[in-house]
């Protein structure tokens, strides 16, 4: 399924933090999460607890509205250029190995 989320975004040529899944199952919003898609998940064959990884949970579709879509997004800006490149973005998440030696005859 994960392929499956990131062909769409390729399709409608949208970068994936760009996309909204809609969805009534835990694992497609699980999936969403981990290529920064949000997720919408519809109440149905799970209760609303179990669909907590979503962004937002709804009845239906008829109780969703554009200001609740937008709120997805929050206050990000997306024409302008990402500025940020991959190599920065696993620079700052890495962090610095502490080891001690210890060599024969050290005291």
Known sequence: MKVQLLGISLRIERRPDQCIVFD????ISVAAREFDMRSV???GPYPRYELMTADTTATSVDELTAMNIRRLFGENVYDQPELETMEDRVAE??????TKYEWAGDE
């Not at 009534?24 to 694992?27: A, E, K, L």
């Not at 998440?93 to 502490?98: A, F, Y």
């Open 41 to 43: 998940a519809l109440i």
């Open 93 to 98: 998440t890495t962090r610095p190995v502490k």
């Open 24 to 27: 009534t199952s835990p694992s």
